[in-house]
């Protein structure tokens, strides 16, 4: 198995960046499929993006894409989302999640292990 810890959340005006983390731990992070999802205030748990186990496949939410970069480094057993030209509406805790699916998943229930979450506050 595999324990994921999030980090790099904050505050940040609109416009600004930020980068998260998701570290790995347990099982060797090559083989699994990573995901971030995130969940705003009164509202359901949303896919954001996500890589193959390889990284060689990525797919994102129309709403970040263009905007927000998922990337992994297996040697350090280390995801990051890279979220650049924030908006208000980015508001929520990001959550990382891996998955022994080994082709593109964006649904939770495909998604077995999860990080803790981390807030991240776009102010206008």
């Known amino acids: 198995q595999v324990q994921l810890v999030d980090s790099g959340g904050g505050l940040v005006q609109a416009g600004g960046s930020l980068r998260l983390s998701c570290a790995a731990s347990?099982?060797?992070?090559?083989?699994?499929?990573m995901a971030w999802f995130r969940q705003a205030p009164g509202k359901e748990r949303e896919f954001v993006a996500t890589?193959?186990?390889?990284?060689?496949?990525?797919k994102y939410a129309d709403s970040v894409q263009g905007r927000f970069t998922i990337s992994r480094d297996n040697a350090k057993n280390t995801v990051y989302l890279e979220m650049n030209n924030l908006k208000p509406e980015d508001t929520a805790v990001y959550y990382c999640?891996?998955?022994?699916?080994?082709?593109?998943?964006?649904?939770?229930?495909?998604?077995?292990?999860w990080g803790q979450g981390t807030q991240v506050t776009v102010s206008s």
């Open positions: 999640a891996a998955t022994t699916v080994p082709v593109i998943r964006t649904r939770e229930y495909d998604y077995a292990y």
């Open positions: 890589a193959t186990a390889s990284g060689g496949s990525t």
């Open positions: 347990g099982r060797a992070l090559r083989y699994y499929g």
